[in-house]
């Protein structure tokens, strides 16, 4: 593990060293997730797919996750401080991180048009940062391009898991012990995505209109039986940019690196093969 800081906040990174010359891949995580999850079931499929492509990889843990610094206040009133969101989430939260946060990070590590691999909200925020930034590649796993109701189901039925597991739970084996392996704070990361995706605020997010924009390269996955999404996620986004590939995995839910790890690479190998 590395880190990184800027504007005086201390982000947690890892290198995966890969052969020079080839745009490196950026892996940004899930609405849960941090550079220690994307390993799961004895696999690192990150470094699988470096493998796979001969391209070196980037990782690393938003604010608030993993062993980044928390976001203060994060079930608190909303303020402003800067560059930096402060406090609860607010709708744009994918927004703020995609143009104002990691281009800073990208320029702290030194990578210009990188490759972007997102899963979930890390996919929403390729697409955005795709939409404004020069990259050579964005692939989308799982992306929320707008909120449906599916989504808003499973995330209240997570609200409620999570409860249960900080009342009860003496096994370590409920889901708030469960992400706590993870998270150097543990609430943090949970309510700071967990609020705002049930905010009534948060029905209006629709980032269709910014994936017109994206001229890059761009591949869009999804799991066939995505509990987060329907494969609408996939055809709107064909829609918006005519030129994106589409696959959709069968027999997965809404972690392909976690439930179809070969097949997702299958996917993404052969699309990035051709790019520098």
Known sequence: MQ???IDGIQL???HIPGPPGRAPLLFLH???GSVAMWPQRGRHWPQELCAATGRAGWLYSRRGYGQSDPVADVRGAPRHD???HIGRHEPDYMHIEAQRVLPRLLQGLGIERPVLIGHSDGATIALLHASQHPVSACVAIAPHVWVEDVALQAITAARDLYLASAATDTDGKGLRQRLARYHADVDNAFWQWNDVWLSPAFRAFDIRPD???IQAPLL????GGDEYGTLEQLREIAKAAPHARTVAIPHCGHSPHRDQPDALTAAIAPFLSVLP
């Open 82 to 84: 800067g560059a930096w």
């Open 3 to 5: 880190r990184i800081e």
């Open 30 to 32: 899930e609405g849960l």
């Open 12 to 14: 947690e990174t890892a």
């Open 211 to 213: 994936c017109r924009r």
């Open 220 to 223: 869009a996955v999804q799991g």
